[in-house]
């Protein structure tokens, strides 16, 4: 019973999860991060953090941060746990503490996604194990606030927040047809954007939200296809005979990295966003290698590989050069998240019987156990929670004055608190603002009304900072 419930679980994953959350196209190996094992359902503390010492660290030479290191209490990871009878998600801080379960209903929750102001949480939903009623729902960090937000016979998943946390792209199979669909958070204005009688999968968002990557058969061959959020200018990006796949945008946006066995083998490449110019072979390896996952600062890709063996995280420069092996064990990994910081990688290996979470520090060192329980731990998903008004971040108090702090970009001035389409004025660095009223947190953004002359009527709402970037700060004459 405990194999053939886990073998139904596999399967869901490879129809409804991306190339880069764990699962993998129905002609790639089986998914190495899903359990192949489900314990019992005990719901069981889990441990504080206990540090490996079978792991010898590993020098990454690869690996020079280039971030500002943000304390690891910052972090909240939510990640999904197994059971006989479905999975729950919980979230935790990345130390390990602070666990808390997040659904408590029957059924299978799985593949969290942190809104981008880490505020709600995405994640898929079915009932039953068998491929019927898997819908895409919506809650609140703490689990409170459940929303349905598809309703249909069809199986939608591999839902992507848009970079602003304003609309939601997924997947949806009906009648054996997969199709890219949008939507507003709130579930109105759902649209199809491919509507094609080819296959057409696992969408991805451009940094900048203005395009979608997906997965797509619809030329008789596995590719990647690019178009725009709307569903116009599509083209087809790999436009090559072999089989391509996993697409990953650079944090820049002007290259993806894929996987593809145009050369024999299951390799990395890379080429510009836009298709000009050639794909280049990055890995070029004997092992497959796989699941590209680009640093957030876009020097560096992490990447599975079983070159070893066994499947193992390997860290390279974005060149493809100084491939470096990650963690010295023979654990088998699996899917695997950077921390928004990019100093750290929380990933998923296989402990005695089952699946747990562990993190690393970017450059080989610092390996650490996060969960131990009975159940099978997947799919880990790291986030800065939303900055907390009256937790003392702010700088800033009404009737005071500000200055925009130096740097290559104005801050925005809008009608109200919030992103969206209100801009009124840009403020350029070195401008004095009057704090008038605030503050009001949307969005992950610290927003304050403050007074210039060179906007329009007088007044605006401005961004002090997203809880750990500042945009204003205190003016000293």
């Not at 919506?138 to 409170?144: H, K, Q, R, Y």
């Not at 493809?320 to 654990?331: A, K, S, V, Y």
């Not at 562990?358 to 390996?367: E, H, K, Q, R, V």
Request: net charge negative; glycine share 10%.
């Amino acid at each position: 019973m405990r194999y053939s419930i886990a073998a139904c679980v596999i399967l869901m994953a490879i129809l409804l999860s991306a190339c880069d959350r764990g699962g993998m196209p129905a002609q790639t190996p089986t998914p190495p991060s899903l359990p192949t094992t489900t314990a019992t359902a005990t719901f069981t503390s889990i441990n504080t953090p206990t540090p490996l010492f079978t792991h010898t660290p590993t020098v990454t030479a690869a690996f020079t941060p280039t971030s500002t290191l943000i304390p690891l209490s910052s972090f909240r990871i939510v990640y999904c746990s197994y059971r006989v009878d479905g999975a729950d998600l919980y979230a935790m801080d990345a130390d390990g503490s602070g666990v808390t379960r997040l659904t408590k209903n029957s059924g299978f929750n799985q593949y969290p996604y942190w809104s981008p102001d880490g505020r709600k949480i995405l994640f898929v939903f079915n009932q039953e194990i068998q491929f019927s009623n898997v819908d895409l729902y919506v809650m609140n960090a703490d689990g409170s606030g459940l929303t349905r937000l598809t309703n249909s016979l069809a199986i939608e998943g591999q839902p992507q927040w848009s970079p602003d946390g304003s609309r939601i792209v997924y997947q949806s199979v009906l009648n054996g047809n997969e199709e890219i669909y949008l939507m507003n958070t709130d579930s109105s204005g759902k649209i199809n954007l491919t509507n094609d009688p080819g296959s057409d999968s696992l969408p991805h968002w451009s940094p900048d939200g203005r395009k979608i990557s997906f997965w797509s058969h619809r030329d008789g061959n596995f590719e990647i296809y690019v178009m725009n959020v709307g569903g116009s200018g599509l083209f087809n990006l790999t436009n090559d005979p072999g089989y391509d796949h996993s697409d990953a945008w650079s944090p820049d946006g002007s290259k993806i990295a894929f996987v593809s066995d145009r050369q024999g083998n299951s390799e990395i490449f890379v080429m510009n966003a836009d298709g000009s110019g050639s794909a280049a072979n990055l890995t070029n390896n004997p092992g497959p290698d796989r699941f590209p996952h680009w640093s957030p600062d876009g020097t560096h890709i992490a990447f599975l590989s079983d070159r070893d063996g066994h499947t193992e995280i390997y860290v390279m420069l974005a060149n493809g050069t100084q491939q470096t092996r990650l963690i010295n064990n023979d654990q088998p990994k699996g899917y695997f998240d950077w921390s928004p910081d990019g100093r750290r990688i929380a990933y998923v290996a296989r402990s005695e019987d089952h699946y747990d979470l562990y993190m690393i520090n970017a450059d080989g060192s610092g390996l650490t156990r996060l969960t131990d329980s009975p159940e099978d731990e997947d799919f880990p998903d790291w986030m800065i929670p939303a900055p907390d008004c009256s937790a003392g971040w702010t700088r800033l108090s009404v009737g005071s004055r500000a200055v925009v702090t130096p740097g290559d970009f104005p801050n925005r001035v809008r009608s109200e608190p919030e992103v969206g389409d209100n801009i009124i004025q840009l403020l350029y660095p070195d401008t004095i603002v009057k704090i008038l009223a605030g503050p009001v947190c949307v969005g992950g953004l610290v927003f304050w009304k403050v007074e210039n002359d060179s906007i329009p009527g007088g007044s605006g709402w401005t961004a002090e900072g997203d809880g750990t970037e500042y945009y204003l700060e205190p003016y000293t004459p």
